[in-house]
């Protein structure tokens, strides 16, 4: 194999955190991430504590898709966000993607960077970081 054909199979982004607790919406937009080849690793989050955890010990994080409510029908990872943007010094891309539009809203003025339904999330993160410079 030779030194180009290497460099094609790189992945041209870093880490991608999924922040969601229900499989039937993790899941599609894991391997429709993981199947583009673009992302050095994507990784799932099911509570607050461990999607603060996961992004800590992640390496050059290239966006987060965000959920809004973990534990119930609040919107209980607002904090967390906040923590990302402002503890952490993240200023990437975190697209919030709860199905309810007002949840966006909270999200948006927590510091999420954008909005998506959850089924197009993925491909919503794809083409804002192929569309970047």
Not at 21 to 31: S, T, Y
């Amino acid at each position: 194999m030779g030194r180009d054909s290497m460099q094609e199979s790189q992945p041209r982004f870093g880490a991608i955190l999924i922040v969601e607790d229900l499989p039937r919406f993790w899941r599609p937009l894991k391997n429709e991430l993981r199947a583009s080849g673009l992302f050095s690793k994507v990784t799932v989050a099911q509570s607050v504590s461990e999607a603060e955890f996961r992004f800590q010990n992640l390496e050059s994080v290239s966006g987060v898709l965000m959920d809004a409510c973990l534990s119930g029908e609040k919107p209980d990872t607002l904090e967390l966000t906040r923590k990302i943007r402002e503890t952490h010094g993240y200023d990437g891309i975190i697209i919030a993607m709860s199905r309810d539009s007002s949840f966006r809203r909270f999200q948006l003025q927590a510091g999420c960077s954008h909005e998506s339904t959850k089924e197009d999330a993925a491909r919503y993160l794809m083409s804002l970081l192929l569309r970047s410079p």
